[in-house]
């Protein structure tokens, strides 16, 4: 609305990581337009080997790795999963159920709600786990006591429904569309044991969790100790430049002997805006206060818990928080009505956040990883007063 100022706690769906118009991005897609903004990947730019060097050097897995980009984060899964059938020789591939991974009929086969699976024709050797979701758990287990069981489901999929050669298993370290679901510690590296018996590879979607977001850490599964043989990077990473980023081990990535190519993938302008992110993120401090910012805010958040009833489960990492809200702690009934009418409030007032989980009950924030917790504060407070404004 004109002239209302709005503090931004969702980012353009966890996209603009650094604020909107960062100064320095913007300086450096000035000064890239101006000098060359399209060849295509027949030349090799400046700005675009420098990305791919920059993102290599922060592969969570095994180095030496090798990067190729496209345009959008279900391109880069397209990417990941072509890569990882090329490598193993092999097509089946496990997903997890409330997993989202994009908009191609393959990422659809993969995303696993119904909402988001349209079309009716899915990649049939796309097999998907239960999830990790410890507030509802899909065996009726609690957290620790449950062993992590959750964990071994992957290994029943792989026996039960494939040919037991799986190509790959693709998870978001934090589940983002699915209403930030937060793995318990374990549950990575038991399914990374068990794909990697099978010979096949492990691959982290990190288009929500990567570039920081998690606190700590410059990626989602570096937080579980588990190193993945692919990971996927899109949305932050460009800070609102459109990118999609396929980074693999050396060895993976070298089993493409076919061509490929995406005209505009490693655009030199949107290489230099993502390279600048990178510096910007590294230059002030931003994984590290996602962490210690993040800490502050989740305190807030808890808080919120104590007071409001409707809200049933705080969860996720760093500069990724959600709520999920419900109509009885005990049956845990979603409450997306009241999810929509609290996002709302809070619009209202000048704060804008994002909603998800299948029931559509889950509150997803995700601010700028530069916040401060003053700003931490004053979104605790609006969403105070939208859960107030919104009561009975
Ligand atoms: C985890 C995850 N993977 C993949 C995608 C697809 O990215 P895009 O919308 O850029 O194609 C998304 C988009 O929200 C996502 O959250």
């Known amino acids: ?43 090799p730019t400046e700005p675009l080997v420098a990305l791919a060097e920059r993102v290599c050097e922060l592969f969570p897995g095994e180095r030496p790795a090798k990067a190729f980009f496209t345009n959008s984060g279900t391109e880069a899964i397209e990417t990941a999963i072509l890569t990882a059938r090329i490598h193993t020789q092999r097509s089946e591939v496990i997903a997890l159920r409330h997993g989202y991974h994009g908009r191609s009929m393959l990422a659809m086969s993969m995303t696993a709600h119904s909402p988001w699976r349209l079309g009716g024709v899915q990649d049939p050797s796309i097999r998907h786990a239960r999830a990790p979701y410890c507030y509802r758990c899909p065996l009726k287990l609690s957290y620790p006591s449950c062993g992590v069981a959750c964990a071994e489901d992957v290994e029943d999929v792989i026996k039960t429904t494939t040919s037991g050669r799986p190509a790959a298993f693709i998870a978001e370290p934090i589940m983002g569309v699915g209403g930030f679901i937060t793995p318990p510690k374990e549950y990575p590296g038991r399914v990374a044991e068990i794909v990697r018996r099978h010979e096949g590879l492990y691959i982290a979607d990190e288009v929500q969790t990567g570039w ?24 932050s990473l460009g800070n609102g430049v459109p990118i999609g980023l396929t980074m693999a081990r050396a ?10 190519i995406a005209t505009f993938g490693g655009n030199p302008v949107t290489a230099a805006a993502a390279k600048t992110v990178i510096d910007v993120i590294e230059s002030d401090g931003l994984v590290q206060n996602a962490a210690t910012t993040g800490g502050h805010f989740r305190q807030r958040l808890e808080g919120l818990r104590e007071k409001h009833a409707v809200v049933g489960d705080v969860r996720g990492m760093g500069m ?51 916040v401060t917790p003053a700003d931490a504060d004053q979104a605790a407070d609006l969403l105070d007063a939208a859960f107030a404004a919104t009561a009975g």
């Open 251 to 260: 060895a993976v990535a070298d089993s493409w002997k076919g061509s490929t």
């Open 320 to 370: 990724m928080q959600a709520l999920e809200l419900v109509k009885d702690r005990e049956t845990k009934e979603p409450a997306p009505e009241r999810a929509t009418a609290v996002l709302e409030a809070a619009k209202d007032q000048g704060l804008i956040i994002g909603k998800g989980g299948l029931y559509g009950n889950v509150l997803r924030i995700s601010p700028a990883l530069n």
């Open 212 to 235: 920081g977001r998690t606190g700590g850490t410059w990626f989602g599964i570096e937080q579980y100790g588990v190193k993945p043989d692919i990971v996927v990077g899109a949305k």
């Open 1 to 43: 609305m004109a002239g209302k100022r709005y503090l931004d706690f969702f980012g353009g769906i966890v996209t603009v990581g650094l604020g909107h118009c960062e100064p320095r991005v913007v300086a450096a897609i000035e000064k890239q337009i101006k000098t060359l903004q399209h060849v295509s990947t027949l030349f």
